[in-house]
């Protein structure tokens, strides 16, 4: 950033008075400019033993799968935008449930909020940001073609507790040992790892 958006004048890296890390500081209205963590918000649509999924249509990871999530916005909650996500993603009316899964990932400064939720119909198609949509059965989920771990890890632990008969809340770190490879870490809350 290198200019302030609200006065349009300069800004400088600066640590401000009674904060500890760099802010962008605005030279003429002393505004500070946080940058803070992305949130995406979604949901884990279900229809009896199978969970709906969209093929992505867009970058990143254009082809692969995933759950019904993306960036919420300005002025919704968080279920608002898992609503609206799956609405626009999966054309999916769902009922929203319970917070499942909250994934922190630091390298890329986003926390993932995604809720269990129960389809209303089976009327669902393509959005315009899926190539297509689908049911799959836990047996079916393409487990190798996932675009992102946060979908992967939500998804194994959904399957374990349905197979225990109850749900609960976990929260976790996703930490990428190698990008490049894809090879990551988890670390759940409550873990010793």
């Known amino acids: 950033m290198k200019f302030c958006s609200e006065c349009g004048c300069k800004v400088i890296a600066v640590v401000p008075d009674g904060d500890n890390r ?16 992305k949130m995406v918000t979604g949901t884990i649509p279900v229809w009896q033993d199978k969970v709906l999924l969209c093929r992505r249509a867009i970058q990143p990871r254009r082809g692969l799968w995933t759950l019904p999530a993306g960036f919420m916005e300005n002025c919704e909650s968080t279920q608002e935008g898992a609503l609206r996500e799956t609405l626009e993603e999966a054309n999916a009316r ?22 269990r939720a129960r389809l209303q119909d089976l009327d669902f198609h393509p959005g315009s940001e899926s190539l297509e949509v689908a ?6 989920i393409p487990w ?7 979908v992967r890890e939500t998804l194994k632990l959904f399957f374990e507790d349905r197979r225990c008969g109850s749900y609960v809340h ?3 770190d996703i930490y990428w040992e190698s990008r ?3 090879e990551y870490r988890v670390v759940m809350l409550g873990d010793e790892s």
């Open 22 to 37: 760099m802010r962008q500081v605005c030279t003429a209205c002393g505004t500070i400019h946080y940058q803070n963590p």
């Open 94 to 115: 769902v009922q929203v449930e319970q917070l499942y899964t909250t994934f922190n990932l630091p390298l890329i400064s986003q926390v993932y909020l995604l809720f």
């Open 135 to 140: 049911l799959f059965g836990e047996e079916e």
């Open 144 to 150: 190798e073609e996932l675009a992102f771990p946060v």
């Open 170 to 172: 976990r929260v976790g």
């Open 180 to 182: 490049r490879s894809g």
